[in-house]
């Protein structure tokens, strides 16, 4: 089986290799589900230690949290429901697990000010288990998000959470390298949310979908 599980990069490259590790993983012979597992350690060690990586011991705190996402996608692969949106299950997993232990560690900045897409915002419902279960087309939404009139930051902003589903803590980081200053989860959260609101008064993006 080749490893092809670079952090963030868009399943649709990946959904063959995704179904294989899947089925690796649910219903491989001993041998490949140790090997299967094997590839998705060291996956899930790379996003942990994302979304931890400024804590003093990220290492070895990722290490841990790396661990017990393992235990929970070998109790729970049955709720994996899309086989070709593996790697994005086990992602999300991964990262909310980090994600957990920074709140309990009091380290992220309360967010309660912050405003979030009302949830019947039109991009505010999105995630990949409901775009999957409404057979929606994910590369048409992709393409016509990549024409929106947006900047390409808030593009990026947009389709890593919607399409990518890639936690803000990733986000703010991948966006902080980019710009070579700190962009907190905050910042990415408020910029996202003034985006979304253009985007529903966006012809296109509507008739996407009352089409469906």
């Known amino acids: 089986m080749e490893e092809n599980l670079a952090v963030g990069k868009s399943d649709k490259n990946n959904s063959s290799d995704s179904r294989e590790l899947y089925h690796a993983c649910r219903y491989g012979s001993p041998q490949e589900q140790q090997a299967?597992?094997?590839?998705?350690?060291?996956?899930?060690?790379?996003?942990t230690l994302q979304v931890l990586y400024d804590q003093a011991n990220?290492?070895?705190?990722?290490?841990e949290c790396a661990q017990r996402?393992?235990?929970?996608?070998?109790?729970?692969?049955?709720?994996?429901?899309e086989p070709a949106a593996f790697?994005?299950?086990?992602?999300?997993?991964?990262?909310?697990?980090?994600?957990?232990?920074?709140?309990?560690?009091?380290?992220?900045?309360p967010l309660d000010s912050v405003k979030e897409p009302d949830a019947s915002d039109v991009l505010g419902t999105i995630d990949m288990e409901t775009t999957v279960s409404q057979n929606l087309?994910?590369?048409?939404?992709?393409?016509?998000l990549n024409s929106s009139p947006m900047s390409e930051r808030s593009r990026r902003l947009v389709i890593g959470r919607f399409l990518d589903d890639l936690p803000d803590e990733i986000l703010a980081q991948q966006e902080s390298d980019l710009a070579d200053r700190a962009v907190r989860p905050?910042?990415?959260?408020?910029?996202?949310?003034?985006?979304?609101?253009k985007l529903r008064e966006w012809e296109p993006i509507r008739l996407f979908f009352e089409e469906r």
Do not use: F
Request: with cysteine; hydrophobic share 45%; net charge positive.
């Open 186 to 197: 905050s910042h990415i959260q408020v910029t996202r949310a003034k985006n979304i609101a």
């Open 36 to 47: 299967a597992y094997e590839i998705l350690w060291p996956y899930l060690v790379r996003v």
């Open 87 to 109: 790697r994005t299950w086990v992602r999300r997993i991964g990262a909310n697990l980090a994600i957990d232990e920074l709140r309990r560690r009091k380290r992220l900045l």
């Open 58 to 63: 990220a290492e070895s705190l990722a290490q």
């Open 69 to 81: 996402a393992m235990i929970r996608v070998y109790k729970r692969i049955a709720d994996c429901h």
């Open 137 to 144: 087309d994910l590369n048409q939404l992709r393409r016509l």
